[in-house]
């Protein structure tokens, strides 16, 4: 069956259907045949262009800071204590319930590259980037929220990166976690500036 697609470029100028196809992006017999092979795989193609190892291990780090991000907001939702606390404690409730979002997308794509998302929790705050906390009071719990979503904001963009091109299911999810990062350290800068000015007011 002659297969025509316009698009140009080719990626295998050996085979004979590429050849009949002319300039063409790819050779449809051989992804046909590929495809078919190895089809527990599901979404992972011979063709995958990343080092899939590595996507999952990238992944896997970030998979184990989603935990713990979710283990420190909802932590900090049940102690926040003093006046406005009930405010600040729903707004780490919204922010826990993200990152319980951005958990389960990221371990649903380890699993679609073919990886095993580790959610081992005797290991999720060694392969974390960001940290537990220790704090008490409002101030420093959102301080460490903060400090927390900053780290994170610049790992997603090197991640972002990393995948680029090669992986853009993987790029677009690494990004839209990398926005909803981005509004959360905003909303704590808010919060920061504003319980800071408090506990110093409170304080004199
Ligand atoms: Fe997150
Ligand atoms: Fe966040």
Excluded at 34 to 40: E, G, N, P, R, T
Excluded at 92 to 97: G, L, R, T, V
Aim: with cysteine; hydrophobic share 40%; charged share 30%.
């Amino acid at each position: 069956m002659a297969h025509n697609n316009m698009i140009s470029k080719h990626l295998d100028t050996n085979s004979p259907r590429s050849a009949a196809a002319g300039d063409s992006l790819y050779n449809v017999d051989q992804i046909r045949r590929q495809a078919s092979k190895s089809l527990l795989e599901g979404a992972l193609t011979e063709n995958y262009p990343l080092d899939v190892e590595k996507a999952c291990a990238l992944l896997n780090e970030a998979l184990a800071t989603e935990i713990l991000c979710v283990l420190r907001y909802r932590h900090h939702q049940v102690i926040a204590k003093g006046i406005s606390s009930s405010d600040i404690a729903k707004e780490f409730a919204e922010h826990a319930a993200n990152e319980e979002e951005h958990m389960i997308m990221i371990a649903e794509r380890i699993n679609q590259l073919g990886g095993d998302p580790d959610m081992n929790p005797a290991t999720v705050a060694s392969r974390a980037v960001t940290e537990y906390g220790h704090g008490k009071d409002l101030v420093t719990l959102i301080r460490e929220d903060l400090v927390a979503e900053r780290i994170v904001i610049d790992v997603y963009r090197k991640l972002v990166g990393w995948f680029g091109l090669e992986d853009p299911t993987t790029r677009r999810m690494l990004e839209k976690i990398l926005k909803d990062e981005e509004e959360h350290a905003n909303e704590l800068a808010d919060l920061l500036v504003a319980n800071e000015d408090r506990q110093e007011r409170d304080a004199h």
